[in-house]
């Protein structure tokens, strides 16, 4: 399921910003293509920092902050192919920040983290006959 589509988008740009930004060809239309690729690699940055606590990716009801978190990343990213006002600059950055906050657990996303890898070792329980050879009885050896 995806964090975000392109309508998300073109709530947060105007269509004429989306155009400028992915119509290289200058066809005057945006390019489905290039939009397609800004939403991928934004929800694989999200991803990439949620998977530490979390599965990825998330399912079901997406949270509210990691769909504005993923919105700010693409904007982001379709700005990179020109230049990157100051305001779109901040907002990735603010996203990254609180991504890095979920992460370090100094935020929730109220949702249940994955469940934890175990680092103790187990050890097994080897069992058999007794001991035929034991210091006492090769004592005379």
């Known amino acids: 399921m995806a964090y975000i589509v392109q309508a998300d988008l073109t709530e947060q740009l105007s269509a004429s910003q989306l155009v400028l930004l992915t119509d290289d060809e200058k066809g005057g239309i945006a390019?489905?293509?290039r939009v397609t690729r800004a939403?991928?690699?934004a929800e694989a940055?999200?991803?990439?920092?949620?998977?530490?606590?979390?599965s990825v990716p998330l399912t079901g009801t997406i949270p509210d902050l990691v769909q504005t978190w993923t919105l700010h990343i693409a904007v982001y990213l379709l700005y990179t192919r020109r230049r990157v006002p100051d305001d779109v600059r901040q907002a990735y950055e603010d996203a990254i920040a609180r991504l890095k906050a979920v992460v370090a657990g100094h935020m929730t996303l109220g949702l249940e983290p994955s469940p934890a890898v175990s680092t103790t070792?187990?050890?097994?329980e080897i069992s058999?006959?007794?001991r035929v050879f034991t210091r006492e009885t090769l004592g005379g050896f």
């Open 31 to 33: 390019v489905a293509d």
């Open 39 to 41: 939403i991928t690699s």
């Open 45 to 54: 940055e999200v991803n990439a920092f949620l998977g530490v606590r979390y």
């Open 121 to 124: 070792s187990s050890q097994g």
């Open 128 to 130: 058999g006959p007794e």
